[in-house]
T-cell receptor, first 115, second 113 residues
Framework: DTGVSQNPRHKITKRGQNVTFRCDPI?????LYWYRQTLGQGPEFLTY????????KSRLLSDRFSAERPKGSFSTLEIQRTEQGDSAMYLC?????????????FGPGTRLTVT | AQKVTQAQTEISVVEKEDVTLDCVYE???????LFWYKQPPSGELVFLIR??????QNEISGRYSWNFQKSTSSFNFTITASQVVDSAVYFC??????????FGTGTRLQVFP
């Protein structure tokens, strides 16, 4: 059973550039989540999807951030006009709510460095 | 408000010592779920356990055990006979009437040989 995968694993970009990250969830998991983790902190929720519908967005998700999950499979997270404060680890997780299974399984993350 | 507090920032032990990681949570909901995740140096969060608010039975899995006490809003995690491979950051998390996880700030455990 393949786990959650994320690409790229590392991204270095200059301030003002746009970046896009991809997440492939565990097969048949209908829920997909994005979190952001800064150094020394726990992950913070950004947004989540049930199938292709984006159900909730955190206030942390400014207008420069957009997430999509076309066809309810993989998801992309785009950050426009990156700022140094966007430097963080971006984590993706997936879950299936069938049978009371509420665990979220995380991918390895994409570490973004904005210079 | 929903909140998870892990007051221990860092713990250092010598191999074979027992160690307990504390977690205190806040929520007004009667139905909620508590989790522990391990984040080794590689960075990937590894799921360890989920406990729902109606099940206060303690759980043991090998060298790991969890003590859930609703009266004190705590969900503590004990590693018995710690090993170097247990070195990681451990996060406690709460899922309360939403689908998002609310994480504590984590406890870094260092196990020295």
């Amino acid at each position: 059973d393949t786990g959650v995968s994320q690409n790229p694993r590392h991204k270095i970009t200059k301030r003002g550039q746009n970046v896009t990250f991809r997440c492939d969830p565990i097969s048949e998991h209908n829920r997909l989540y994005w979190y952001r983790q800064t150094l020394g902190q726990g992950p913070e929720f950004l947004t989540y999807f049930q199938n292709e519908a984006q159900l909730e967005k955190s206030r942390l998700l400014s207008d420069r951030f957009s997430a999509e999950r076309p066809k309810g499979s993989f998801s992309t997270l785009e950050i426009q006009r990156t700022e140094q404060g966007d430097s963080a680890m971006y984590l993706c997780a997936s879950s299936s709510r069938t049978g009371g299974d509420y665990e979220q399984y995380f991918g390895p993350g994409t570490r973004l460095t904005v210079t | 408000a929903q909140k998870v507090t892990q007051a221990q920032t860092e713990i250092s032990v010598v191999e074979k010592e027992d160690v307990t990681l504390d977690c205190v949570y806040e929520t007004r909901d009667t139905t909620y779920y508590l989790f522990w995740y391990k984040q080794p140096p590689s960075g990937e969060l590894v799921f360890l356990i989920r406990r729902n608010s109606f099940d206060e039975q303690n759980e043991i899995s090998g060298r790991y055990s969890w003590n859930f006490q609703k009266s004190t809003s705590s969900f503590n995690f004990t590693i018995t006979a710690s090993q170097v491979v247990d070195s990681a950051v451990y996060f406690c998390a709460l899922n309360s009437n939403t689908d998002k996880l609310i994480f504590g700030t984590g406890t870094r455990l260092q196990v020295f040989p």
